[in-house]
């Protein structure tokens, strides 16, 4: 075994040479794309379950990499945190997608995430405030969703930071519900305004009992909190059946459309459930 476990060391030497490589190729990229425009905001409908129509957009990045291609989050926001990119970018998406959300109705809301780096130093307040000033957004309409990892790596001022957010009108979601181990003790540090319920839950509908006892149990949580809920990937009308039964406020997921660029929103500025 021993001398299996050499072989298999040597055999892997080359594969992380070569991960390293490109690993460092992307970063020299990476440091380059917000300068040459490659960065570009889509954006993911929200329905509000009762009044049947979009209620929300949300922002999720992507990098048209110029050799590779379109590049999704998943490829490149770690690596961007690791390397301190992620406050500079964040703030170019919030600037971005203010200045597009500010063409929509005026009842369809904004959300945008936020990395935990972000959350270092106190220059997130300034560029959520930068981009509501020159957007003309009204802060009521920014929604900022956060996961329990910005809690987790909170070094003191995190809570201050989302109080000073929430004092400018702008409010607060509290992304991938339930996927962590101490979701439920930060809700009771943080008013959020929302929950979002992670799609691994969703996934389970309509299926057994214990998949929709969570759903029930998370959204009567929400409602007796004062919070509201979204379920995030839902991709059949079964699930949203089962949503719409438990009381959820908004579904989110491919079932009305996966992430969309700006200038393709037209239809889902207009949607109507069923219609
Ligand atoms: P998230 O915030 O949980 O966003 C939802 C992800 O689920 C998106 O992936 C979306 O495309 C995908 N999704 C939506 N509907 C469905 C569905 O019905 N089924 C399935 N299987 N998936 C669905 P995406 O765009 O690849 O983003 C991945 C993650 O990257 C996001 O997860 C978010 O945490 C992060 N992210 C995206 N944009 C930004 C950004 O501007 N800043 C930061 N810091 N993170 C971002
Ligand atoms: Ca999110
Ligand atoms: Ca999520
Ligand atoms: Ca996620």
Redesign the pocket.
Known sequence: AKADGRGTFRYFEPDMDAKMQARRVLELDLRKALLNGEFE??Y?PLINIAEDRVSCF????RWNHPLRGQL???DF?SLAEEIGL?SQ??AW?LRQAAMDAAEWLDDIRLA????SA?FKGLGLVQDVVVALEASGLPASRLEL?I?ETVMLHDTGNTLAILHKLRELGVRISM??FGTGYSSLSYLRKFPFDKIKID?SFIGDLPGGGDAVAIIKAISGLGASLGMTTTA????NWAQLDKLRLEGCTEV????FS??RPASQLADLLSYALGS
């Open positions: 905001v889509y993911q949300e922002a999720l990045l999704l989050p998943d926001i992620i970018i964040g998406v945008v995430n936020l990395s972000q969703e996961t992304d991938d799609r995030e990937g839902v991709e989110q997921g491919y079932l996966p992430a």
